[in-house]
């Protein structure tokens, strides 16, 4: 015999309580006197396992990226954060941190982060690699600028600290170069 559950009725949709069951597989709705038979699923009736998490003992051990003082255990396959037993998600065939598992339900696909693009070292590299062969740096500036709005709100390297930092100072030698070509570009028109 398993443990019984509330389910709805298949006629009227109320709720019906393991009372008005006849047996393990079958039912009379109190309200609408309509039979049902059902066959119960064993995750209708399964508990919940508890997952408790060791704590860091010493300080060389790995600790959660989400609880500073739980021991990790696993690794989340998409994005590599370090996570405890509480934390680690089975989602998709994978192990998973909530965030990615949250990502995945938002975006309605599958996420796995295979690789990050950092706009913050694209954006750098854009307005520094050129100043070298200085005529390239009026097309690349504004392409940084680019780079830098559309990598504002995106994940930083998970690596690396703080990527605004970077896109700031990407942005104001952009606009540096950018201001040197107007004022070049203008005093070049202006010339008798």
Not at 2 to 13: G, I, V
Not at 45 to 64: K, L, Q
Request: proline share 6%; glycine share 6%.
């Amino acid at each position: 015999m398993t443990a019984r559950t509330a389910l709805p009725c298949p006629k009227c949709s109320r709720t019906l309580e393991p009372v008005s069951w006849r047996d393990d597989a079958a039912g009379t709705c109190w309200r609408c006197k309509a039979d049902f038979e059902f066959e119960a699923f064993p995750a209708l009736t399964a508990g919940r396992a508890r997952v408790a998490a060791a704590a860091a003992v010493v300080e060389a051990d790995s600790v959660c990226f989400f609880h500073a003082t739980n021991r990790a255990e696993s690794v989340c396959e998409d994005c590599g954060r370090l996570v405890c037993p509480v934390c680690t998600i089975d989602f998709g065939g994978k192990k998973r941190c909530p965030t990615c598992v949250a990502a995945t339900k938002t975006s309605g696909a599958e996420a796995v982060v295979k690789d990050r693009v950092l706009y913050d070292s694209l954006a750098l590299g854009l307005v520094v690699i050129p100043i070298f062969i200085w005529p390239f740096t009026l097309l690349t500036a504004p392409v940084a600028i680019g780079f830098v709005i559309y990598g504002w709100k995106k994940p930083n390297s998970l690596v690396r600290g703080s990527a605004r930092a970077r896109l700031i100072v990407a942005a104001i030698f952009a606009l540096l170069q950018i201001a040197a070509w107007t004022v070049g570009l203008t005093m070049l028109a202006n010339r008798p």
